[in-house]
């Protein structure tokens, strides 16, 4: 059974860190690109990075760069986001996304709050 499990998510102020996991069972997860993206409420969801399998490349949203660092860590099956200086606008649902030709699996979210 795929299992994507975000955690990590709460309410911080601005300016303040947070650091998301994703938990991966169920598939090679080594084999996959992850990714994190983030849907506001009344508005698309977006991507926020991007880090390739094994792991040696990564990308992210412009808004985010500088702040944000995805990881991974293939032996624990599990993809993180350091996201650091956080801002109001980075409130959202943050999703966990696995994704490779011929498969495309998501977590539930998990809720980020960025507010004085």
């Known amino acids: 059974q795929v299992q994507l499990v975000e955690s990590g998510g709460g309410l911080v102020q601005p300016g303040g860190s947070l650091r998301l996991s994703c938990a991966a069972s169920g598939f090679t997860f080594s084999a996959y690109a992850m990714r994190w993206y983030r849907q506001a409420p009344g508005k698309e969801r977006e991507l926020v990075a991007v880090?390739?399998?094994?792991?040696?490349?990564?990308n992210y949203k412009d808004s985010v760069k500088g702040r944000f660092t995805i990881s991974r860590d293939n032996a624990k099956n599990t993809v993180y986001l350091q996201m650091n200086s956080l801002k109001p606008e980075d409130t959202a649902v943050y999703y966990c996304?696995?994704?490779?030709?011929?498969?495309?699996?998501w977590g539930q979210g998990t809720q980020v709050t960025v507010s004085s």
């Open positions: 996304n696995a994704r490779r030709v011929k498969a495309d699996y």
């Open positions: 880090i390739t399998s094994p792991g040696g490349s990564t």
